[in-house]
């Protein structure tokens, strides 16, 4: 079992940057590959970027590539998404998740992961 609690949210102007967190409970959580996906209102639920378990590789969705790094700390139980030039449509409330089935091949869809924290909102003003 995890627990996944994510922070780090909050209003921006486009173009700034934002660090969000994500602390996760538990003494496996180098098994798992993570993930971060996000949920604008009214749409559905979209991958972001994902991390496998020992860092060494990451993935993220075209429209943040180069703008988002994903990272991990095993020792610190954390796991991280840096998120620069911001743009408007990166308005959404942001989770944190967690899949213990392919901790080496994260996967880019939401029903493949296991455990998710409770969201955090990210707002980017025009």
């Known amino acids: 079992q995890v627990q996944l609690v994510e922070s780090g949210g909050g209003l921006v102007q486009a173009g700034g940057s934002l660090r969000l967190s994500c602390a996760a409970s538990g003494r496996t959580f180098s098994r798992y590959a993570m993930a971060w996906f996000r949920q604008a209102p009214g749409k559905e639920r979209e991958f972001v970027a994902a991390i496998n378990w020992s860092g060494g590789n990451t993935y993220y969705t075209d429209s943040v590539k180069g703008r988002f790094t994903i990272s991990r700390d095993n020792a610190k139980n954390t796991v991280s998404l840096q998120m620069s030039s911001l743009k408007p449509e990166d308005t959404a409330v942001y989770y944190c998740?967690?899949?213990?089935?392919?901790?080496?091949?994260?996967?880019?869809?939401?029903?493949?992961?296991?455990?998710w924290g409770q969201g955090t909102q990210v707002t980017v003003s025009s």
């Open positions: 998740a967690a899949d213990r089935e392919q901790p080496d091949s994260p996967a880019s869809y939401p029903s493949a992961y296991d455990y």
